[in-house]
Each structure stands twice: as structure tokens, then as C-alpha cells.
């Protein structure tokens, strides 16, 4: 089996979660930042990177999803907020509605990225408030700091040996 691996990242949180997929992806496996994403064919599984904007898919990702027909794809998303939560949770419905019916999401997981400085200081600075500003979203800042760290990149490449065992399982 061949996997592609897209990735979109802004601050390099989910190029590492990439990456750490790459390493241990059935041999033929590709992995490409969305910039340089080619052409879907030929690929039995795509894995779909992102990090959440505002509870969603970025939109360089977004593009790219509308782009795939008939793929069997993963999603993996990282964000500031813990990765077991509701917000993960209406991070990949989100994703899913993204993409054009024919598709088929037979995979997902999260891992916490560490949030943007830059986007901490402006929404403090201008006062931005989202339904996860102020002190809950200072909690998150603060729990995100170093993710993903060893430990999520070792949890990453774990759920691709076992994802690659199940394909070649149930789907060869």
C-alpha cells in the first residue's frame, strides 16, 4: 500500500506530526507540504494534515480537500487545545464536511500543537474575543508549550504502524 501524506503548517506543528508519520509509512509513501501537493492517483490512502483556524480547516487545506474524488482518507489536525476534546472532535466534522461526497474519512487523530505566539499576542493586544480567549485560552497556551514534543511524534508513528497493519489486513 502507498500513502500520501499533505500537510499544512504554519507554525511547523503539524509538518513534525508529518514527518514522524513518513518515517514509518509503508515503503512508496510520499509526504508533501500542500504547497508542492501533486496529484492524488495513484495513492491508496491520503493523509490529510492541518492545524485548526478557529475551530476548522486552514484554507490552504481546505482547497485541497475539495480537490480529492473517491480517496480513502485520514485526517490528523493539530491545535493549541487538548487533542481528546470537543474542539478536536468539531475540528474533523468540519474537515469532513470539506470534502466532495465519494470520499470515504477511515481514519483520525489529534495531536497538540503549540499555539502561535504571534496570534496570542495580537488577540491580547486587540482585545479579540472567540469562545476560547481569555482565560481558558491562556490555559491552553500554556499546556500547549513544547507540543508536539517526543511523545506526540512517538504516538503519531505508533498510530501509523497500526493503521498500516490494518490496511494490509483488511484492505489488500
Not at 118 to 129: D, Q, V
Request: proline letters at 4%; aromatic letters at 8%; charged letters at 25%.
Amino acid at each position: 500500500m502507498k500513502f500520501l501524506i499533505v500537510y499544512s503548517s504554519k507554525t511547523g506543528n503539524t509538518k513534525k506530526v508529518a514527518e514522524a508519520l513518513a518515517r514509518v509509512a509503508p515503503i512508496g509513501s510520499e509526504i508533501h507540504s500542500i504547497e508542492e501537493a501533486g496529484d492524488a492517483d495513484g495513492f491508496d490512502v491520503i493523509f490529510a494534515g492541518y492545524w485548526l483556524d478557529r475551530g476548522g480547516v486552514d484554507e490552504k487545506m481546505k482547497k485541497y480537500l475539495r480537490t480529492l474524488h473517491k480517496k480513502k482518507i485520514v485526517l490528523f489536525e493539530t491545535m493549541g487545545a487538548d487533542p481528546e476534546s470537543e474542539h478536536a472532535i468539531i475540528g474533523f466534522a468540519n474537515a469532513a464536511m470539506v470534502l466532495p461526497e465519494g470520499n470515504t474519512v477511515i481514519g483520525v487523530f489529534a495531536l497538540q500543537g503549540e499555539i502561535n505566539p504571534a496570534l496570542l499576542e495580537t488577540m491580547r493586544t486587540m482585545g479579540i474575543t472567540t469562545p476560547h480567549s481569555g482565560p481558558e485560552m491562556e490555559k491552553c497556551a500554556a499546556q500547549a508549550v513544547g507540543h508536539p514534543n517526543k511523545v506526540d511524534l512517538e504516538k503519531a508513528e505508533t498510530y501509523m504502524k497500526s493503521f498500516s497493519e490494518k490496511c494490509q489486513r483488511y484492505f489488500v
